[in-house]
């Protein structure tokens, strides 16, 4: 329940509350690694926070799953200034995408064709 507050309330731009929600659940089992603690990630950054909001937005980058939120977390890399990072990061959705189903090809063409761009751009 409190994660779809956090979700909301990033939606409405209220990123003090998904941070308010997101230290109440910071501690559960549900949080770690997990979209919502992206969000709260992404909260952070709004806020200015961003070496806390850096510790949670890496939470998520695993191999084969989050690629859209692994992009956002690459530009927000190269943003910082740290390209060496930004770079592995958007290598490995490359790399990966090789390896996708038809059906996840498809699904995430947008993300990986724009991870491709940001490589040539490095």
């Given amino acids: 329940m409190v994660s779809k507050l956090v979700e909301v309330y990033f939606l409405v731009e209220a990123y003090d509350k998904v941070v308010d929600y997101g230290n109440r ?3 559960h089992s549900e949080f770690k690694k997990s979209r919502t603690q992206f969000i709260y990630g992404l909260a952070l950054e709004k806020l200015g926070d961003f070496e806390k909001a850096e510790d949670n937005l890496r939470q998520i980058d695993i191999r084969y799953s989050f690629y859209e939120e692994r992009l956002i977390l690459a530009k927000f890399l ?3 200034h740290k ?3 930004a770079k592995e990061i958007l ?10 189903t038809k059906f996840n090809k498809r699904q995430y063409r947008p993300t990986i064709l724009e991870a491709e761009k940001l490589l040539l751009e490095l």
């Fill in 25 to 27: 659940i910071l501690n």
């Fill in 83 to 85: 390209t060496d990072d």
């Fill in 78 to 80: 190269m943003s910082r």
């Fill in 91 to 100: 290598d490995e959705l490359q790399k990966e995408s090789q390896h996708m």
